[in-house]
């Protein structure tokens, strides 16, 4: 059965109230990006995501089926089957970054590495909860996911208030104690979730894609998948994934204080690619067909925008391109 077992790019100080932090037990936040250096990405000895592990989807609300294929597209892109080929620079080449940290904790003491799989999908089109959630709500429905080697990712549709959604976070993700008992004990299973800014929040939840509600203003670039809101869940998708994977409890990889810490991809906030500076993504690729902004391939033909990540390896943050 797999386990759960432990296992430079600085920019000026300027205020980004766009950027999207990992603030306390693992929630993105909405804040300011007022750093001079990064501090090291310190390991707390706690449990890393690990062993063959299912993605689960959970759509809250109404989704189009062509907004669905984009975000499991997308998760099977980080693991994709030697038969899906990705042209590079490609999601699963931006992965390889958080196998980084399974590296440097194997050092340590034994530990197994994570393979990510596409698992089952749950539609909840009637908002069973309401259009109007709590965080317990989250954790209701992160629960009608598998609770056995997986993550569970509630989704919500662009017409869905969340607790602290737009105010002062884009998505989140934690751990929840399960129904189901392993050697007479209960576990904990990891969680995701992440809204569709596409009509509450975009200058704030979907920026590159969006222009910027404050800080500098540049002009939004084009989704990819033509889709800002969930062009920009993938985005957030993403960065918590890496964040799931590298702190799922609370105590593995962070930056910073407990309470107030920042992960593999909340510790890049803001950069996409080379070049990157407040208000501005980086040298990104275009796609000449349709003028989209793009730094990773996936499978099915599809273009992502990823988020940097903290490469522990040489302290700085990594972009494709």
């Not at 109007?132 to 017409?159: F, I, P």
Request: charged content about 15%; proline content about 6%.
């Amino acid at each position: 059965m797999a386990s759960f077992l432990a296992s430079n790019t600085a920019l000026p100080k300027l205020l980004l109230a766009l950027c999207l932090l990992q603030m306390g037990s693992a929630t993105r936040r909405l804040t300011e990006l007022v750093q001079d250096q990064s501090p090291p990405m310190k390991y707390h000895n706690g449990p890393l995501l690990s062993g063959k592990i299912s993605v689960n989807l959970i759509w809250y609300g109404r989704f189009k089926p062509s907004q669905r294929t984009i975000v499991s597209d997308f998760v099977t892109s980080i693991y994709s089957n030697p038969s899906l080929a990705q042209a590079p620079p490609s999601v699963s080449q931006w992965w390889k970054t958080v196998d980084k940290y399974y590296h440097l904790s194997s050092s340590k003491r034994s530990t197994p590495s994570l393979s990510l799989s596409l698992g089952r999908q749950v539609l909840d089109e009637s908002y069973s909860l309401g259009k109007s959630l709590t965080s317990k709500h989250l954790v209701e429905l992160a629960s009608r996911g598998e609770q056995r080697n997986a993550v569970n990712v509630v989704l919500t549709s662009s017409d869905v208030a969340v607790e602290g959604f737009c105010m002062s976070r884009c998505g989140s993700h934690g751990s929840a104690v399960g129904s189901v008992k392993v050697n007479g004990r209960r576990s904990r299973f990891a969680y995701i979730w992440v809204g569709n800014s596409e009509t509450q929040c975009p200058g704030q939840c979907a920026w590159p894609f969006h222009q910027p509600l404050y800080g500098p203003q540049s002009p939004p670039l084009v989704a990819p998948n033509g889709d800002v809101g969930v062009d920009g869940m993938v985005i957030n998708l993403g960065g918590l994934l890496a964040g799931t994977a590298t702190n799922p409890f609370s105590n593995g990889y962070y930056q910073g204080e407990a309470g107030a810490s920042l992960e593999a991809a909340s510790a890049c906030t803001g950069i996409y690619a080379n070049g990157a500076y407040p208000g501005y993504a980086g040298n990104l690729l275009a796609d000449e067909a349709t003028g989209a902004s793009y730094n990773a391939h996936g499978v099915n033909g599809r273009k992502y925008l990823v988020p940097a990540l903290y490469d522990p390896s040489t302290s700085s943050c990594s972009t494709l391109v």
